[in-house]
């Protein structure tokens, strides 16, 4: 199992529609995806590690799917219509990191 992570850095000048991001991307993500997708979360970033510190990311968006081919296969007919839509939502391109679930 891998989880695709789309993290989005906060910053002072950083612009994030959550409503958007919850109710309209990242289903429609999930549903471009299909069955390959297995799962999938959104965090809002809320604090950093030490009292007062800001997020780190402002958003992250996770996928888990079977394996990275899965991922490709399930992305690539459509990056250009989702990484598209991130500025209906945001002024900051995502990090994003491929990551083997072991537990």
Not at 45 to 58: D, S, W
Not at 60 to 82: C, I, Y
Request: with cysteine.
């Amino acid at each position: 199992m891998i989880r695709v992570s789309v993290m989005y850095p906060a910053g002072e000048s950083t612009k994030f529609d959550m409503n958007y991001y919850c109710t309209r991307h990242m289903p429609m993500a999930q549903d471009k995806f299909g069955a390959a997708c297995k799962g999938m979360t959104i965090e809002q970033g809320l604090a950093g590690g030490t009292p007062g510190a800001p997020p780190t990311y402002v958003a992250r968006g996770h996928f888990l799917l079977e394996s990275v081919a899965d991922f490709e296969a399930a992305m690539t007919p459509h990056a250009a219509t989702l990484m598209g839509d991130i500025p209906n939502y945001s002024n900051v391109q995502p990090v994003i990191q491929i990551s083997e679930v072991k537990l």
